[in-house]
């Protein structure tokens, strides 16, 4: 396992589409552990395939304190969405940027796991918002999309400013 690059906001890599998963083979699983291994390596709790440049239907998560709960997503599909919650969301693509996000509250997704069986996962709290975050990925969209034209403006801002002094 390796960890992998993490893209950051504004990198256009971000917005790009991804495409679904038909070959489950070593060469997936090989990638699967690379992104958990990313993942935890980055303090994140969610992981798409886009975020390191794979645009892929592939997701990982782990809302779990003591990092044993990894759940992975293929092809994932939210078929059910209920109540709303506000809550803040963080992004390993949006680093240092912390903001209140409107999601449903409780989710029902189908998905495959690395062999390519289908099944579904009812989630609700963090796990059915990190849900929703990660899947945004999957479509191009980033938590930001989900503020006002002045708020993403100021973090647009901030990011670029922290790009250039890291340069």
């Known amino acids: 396992m390796a960890i992998r690059q993490v893209l950051h906001y504004p990198d256009p890599r971000?917005?790009?589409r991804a495409t679904p998963?038909?070959?489950?083979?070593?060469d997936l699983r090989t990638l699967i552990g690379d992104m958990f291994e990313t993942m935890y390596a980055s303090q994140g709790i969610g992981l798409a395939a886009s975020q390191v440049d794979v645009h892929r239907r592939i997701v990982?998560?782990?809302v779990s304190a003591d990092r044993t709960t990894p759940v992975c997503l293929i092809n994932p599909e939210i078929i059910h969405r209920e109540g709303v919650e506000e809550?803040?969301?963080?992004c390993l693509s949006v680093p240092g940027v912390y903001?209140?996000?409107?999601?449903?509250?409780?989710?029902?997704?189908?998905?495959?796991?690395?062999n390519g069986r289908e099944f579904t996962l009812t989630a609700d709290d963090l796990?059915?918002?990190?849900?929703?975050?990660?899947l945004d990925h999957l479509e191009g969209r980033l938590f930001i999309d989900y503020l006002s034209r002045l708020k993403r403006g100021r973090i647009h801002k901030k990011l670029e400013k922290a790009q250039r002094v890291a340069l």
């Open 14 to 16: 971000l917005r790009q």
């Open 21 to 26: 998963v038909d070959l489950f083979d070593a």
């Open 60 to 62: 990982v998560i782990d």
């Open 87 to 90: 809550r803040e969301e963080g």
């Open 99 to 114: 903001e209140l996000v409107e999601r449903a509250e409780r989710v029902t997704v189908r998905a495959q796991d690395g």
């Open 127 to 134: 796990l059915a918002v990190c849900i929703q975050h990660e």
